[in-house]
């Protein structure tokens, strides 16, 4: 009876010779596995990423489900930080001309002048750019690392705004310092994206305990200041991000389902606490059941998008943002949008939204570690999941929660964390090409020829396990 090779290694006491496939060249086989010490250096494929989550800092190459090696090209990684910067630029410009379109009328009889709102988003918009280049440069590591640092002084200020904040039909969510108004619940939804991206770069949950000590924990104390203000839109933004890092991390499915199952008993806590949550709600259901009060919104939005048409009616010359359509600047600037750009102009900005995710979402794919591939799929969660809701309000789908529009809305405390946002993902392309300048020369020949996929091995000699099994998350990460 014939031994397969693995038993012959183990009866004899040899070490098992395991033989690559022939490179392009038609060169001759190289042996790998001579024994522990005098092991060559398994040959990678090109742009192989070298992992540090082990600690160990060997290279291997990042598999996908069908084991295929992931390509890492600098200079793709880095098209595609430039696209995402300039689709967060584009969307920012056309924000604010439609923030002036939307806001001159209201902007003059409360302020004496049509620019009020513009300017104050152009200067917004000067300090995301300085916070956009700030945090590419400091690197998403480094930012991760004091996560814990930004999160206690999220939560300083939401106490903060709790006590001193400007209260604004009925909630406080605006921390003025001196001409500025701070919105203290986006800093803290960043803050929670980025620790719990720390928290989760460091193991593989599995367990409830792995879940709640102390990422989750932490997520619903958070949640619980910001749904004091009371802003439930945003408390379940920052816990529908936590969920999505849990996701990608490889979360188990019943543990998600567990999660999900105490974030819904909150929000139904909630609103049933909270008469006017009940009453949007209802609105969204039947506008028409209180068309002067609950339906307004909805009412004068699906009013503003069916005047637009299929062309619009010509930029500034739409009539709901004079005094029909309430925060048509913040809240309601898609319906702006739809009035005088058309279904054309909204199904075109809803497509640079799509274009922005699955480019971020592919640059997530290509970081060089686990931190940041789960860095990237929180931030395209977060910002698609905003968004959503913002989109969805606007054609009565969901109920109005206050959820600005990423990049288009009025809003600086928005602005500023979007930036911040897109200034993780360009880091996320450069740390890309310093991990590709950091090979020799010699190693990046060795990694450009294809190898047996089976030759991901560990120091005993046998296949790397799958890290993918039945029931878990998505485990990009």
Known sequence: MKRSPRREAVETGRPRRVVPYPDRRGSAQRECGQGRRNRRPVPQPSGSRVSTESG????????????????????????????????????????????????????????????????????????????????????????????????????????????????????????????????????????????GCHVMARMRPRSLRDIFVPFMTTVICVGFLVLREPDLGTTMLILSTAVAILFLAGTPLRNLLFILAIGGSLFLASVAMNRYQMNRILGVIDPWRDPWGTGYQYIQSMIAFGSG???????????????????????????????????????GVLLLFVVFLLAGLRLALRAPDRLGRLVGGAIC???????????????????????????????????????????????????????????????RERRERPVAGGLDRRRHGRARPSPYSPGQGAGIA
């Not at 190459?61 to 930080?81: C, I, V």
């Not at 062309?311 to 309430?326: N, T």
């Not at 913040?330 to 009035?339: A, H």
């Not at 405390?413 to 996320?428: D, N, R, Y």
């Open 56 to 195: 160990t800092g060997r290279a291997h190459p990042a598999r996908d489900r069908k084991g295929e090696a992931r390509h890492l090209s600098p200079g793709s990684a880095y098209g595609l930080s430039f696209l995402l910067v300039g689709l967060a630029v584009s969307l920012s410009l056309l924000g604010v001309v439609m923030i002036f379109s939307a806001s001159s009328g209201t902007a003059f009889v409360e302020h004496g002048t049509s620019y009020y709102y513009v300017l104050r988003q152009l200067l917004w918009l000067a300090v995301g750019l300085a916070f956009f280049a700030m945090t590419v440069r400091v690197g998403y590591r480094a930012l991760a690392r004091l996560s814990p640092v930004f999160l206690v002084a999220s939560a300083s200020l939401l106490v903060l705004v709790l006590l001193f904040g400007r209260e604004v039909n009925g909630s406080k969510r605006f921390l003025e310092i001196g001409p500025l108004a701070l919105q203290p619940s986006e800093f803290a939804k960043l803050s929670v994206l980025l620790f």
């Open 309 to 347: 048409g299929l062309k619009g009616l010509g930029l500034g010359m739409g009539r709901q943002k004079f005094f029909y359509l309430p925060n048509a600047h913040t809240d309601f600037i898609y319906s702006v949008i739809g009035e005088e750009w058309g279904f054309l102009g909204a199904m």
């Open 381 to 443: 969660a977060s910002l698609g999941i905003q968004a959503l809701v913002n989109l969805g309000s606007s054609v009565a789908l969901f109920p109005i929660t206050g959820v600005t529009l990423p990049f288009v809305s009025y809003g600086g405390s928005s602005l500023v964390t979007c930036f911040t946002m897109v200034g993780l993902l360009a880091s996320i392309a450069r740390s890309c090409e310093e991990v590709q300048g950091t090979l020799s020369g010699e190693e």
